[in-house]
């Protein structure tokens, strides 16, 4: 008897295949930081998050969107364009080609950066824009231009995170429309021509010639401020030692008179004579130096009262110094007699 399969068999396997694979495609593992754009007869229905979801085969299907991707390949630089269904919402790098740009002064340098930005909203990222990738890339272009045109050459070099802040800045209201979330933006390699890179050597050279310059004067300048300084310090303590000698040698001469006084009398016509002594021995020590013709001096004719008053003041009295020693003598005398009258 031959083995017949029933069509009623064959009916069921069919529907068990069928089913099998309405599962498969209905059964959707979504990946960690991963979305998916599902649409159901064209039209958005909604965003599927990461785990295990359920969609209907062939009603439903996700939304692909278009990547464009650099590939580097020694110092060249190839795009390619991918369709992804599955959207990775990490953090993503671009790393686009060097653009040519010209800076205020004129200078036509070729910039090469970098492009951090992350999708937080899968569906602008999708309907908002036609290739969400390439539009940040020439957003990132136009506005690199923008920023650096209106910056000099040594400003640029200068200021890098200036630049990567204003491109940043440019791009983040634009970029918001389509979902992207710039985190931010690098300026990678700056080259120039080989005779600008020349005159940038030399203008270093001669600011490092300058700047040696200036810190050899600013050395000697405060070598002359420390000199100059110690000089004052030690003119006003001579100073200060001469005005010092000067009160003692004042008072010195203030206790002889008072001793010469004493000694003498204390009356005016003694005042006078003992002023006009001192008068004349100060008269008598510059004498020499003020009028001379070989080995004759011209004495002024006021001298010759002091002169005589000297002499006058000698034969009365003697010295002032005999007076003072014999004042001096005449107390100790007293203070020797004082002290016998005690004891006895």
Request: net charge negative; hydrophobic share 40%.
């Amino acid at each position: 008897m031959e083995n017949v399969v029933s069509p009623g068999l064959v009916i069921s396997l069919i529907l068990v295949a069928i089913g099998i694979f309405i599962i498969a495609k209905g059964l959707v593992i979504v990946r960690q930081s991963e979305v998916m754009v599902i649409e159901r007869l064209g039209s958005f229905n909604r965003i599927l998050e990461s785990g295990v979801n359920i969609i209907i085969p062939f009603i439903e299907r996700p939304r692909a969107i278009t990547m464009t991707r650099y590939v580097r390949i020694g110092d060249e630089y190839h795009p390619s364009s991918s369709f992804e269904t599955r959207i990775d919402r990490r953090e993503t790098v671009m790393d686009f080609p060097g653009q040519p740009v010209v800076t205020t002064d004129n200078v036509t340098v070729n910039i090469n950066g970098a492009l951090y930005y992350q999708i937080i909203d899968p569906r602008r990222a999708v309907y908002e824009v036609a290739n969400m990738s390439q539009a940040v890339e020439v957003l990132a272009k136009t506005t690199l231009r923008s920023v650096v045109g209106k910056m000099e050459l040594d400003k640029l070099f200068e200021s890098r995170s200036e630049v990567n802040n204003a491109i940043q800045a440019e791009m983040e209201e634009a970029a918001s429309k389509w979902g992207v979330k710039l985190t931010r933006v690098e300026v990678q390699d700056i080259s120039m021509p080989e005779e600008v890179e020349e005159a940038m050597r030399l203008q270093m050279a001669a600011e490092r010639k300058r700047r040696a310059t200036v810190t050899e004067a600013e050395g000697e300048k405060s070598a002359a401020i420390a000199m100059a300084q110690g000089q004052r310090e030690s003119a006003i303590l001579n100073a200060q030692g001469d005005k010092e000698s000067a009160i003692l040698r004042a008072q010195g001469e203030q206790e002889s008179i008072r001793l010469v006084l004493s000694a003498m009398g204390d009356t005016e016509e003694n005042k006078q004579t003992v002023i006009g002594y001192l008068l004349g021995q100060s008269y008598i020590k510059v004498l020499p130096n003020m009028a001379k013709e070989g080995e004759r001096v011209f004495v002024p004719y006021e001298s010759s009262a002091l002169l005589g008053s000297m002499g006058m003041f000698r034969e009365l009295a003697g010295s002032p110094e005999d007076i003072v020693r014999q004042s001096v003598k005449q107390d100790g005398l007293r203070g020797g007699m004082v002290a016998s009258a005690g004891n006895s």
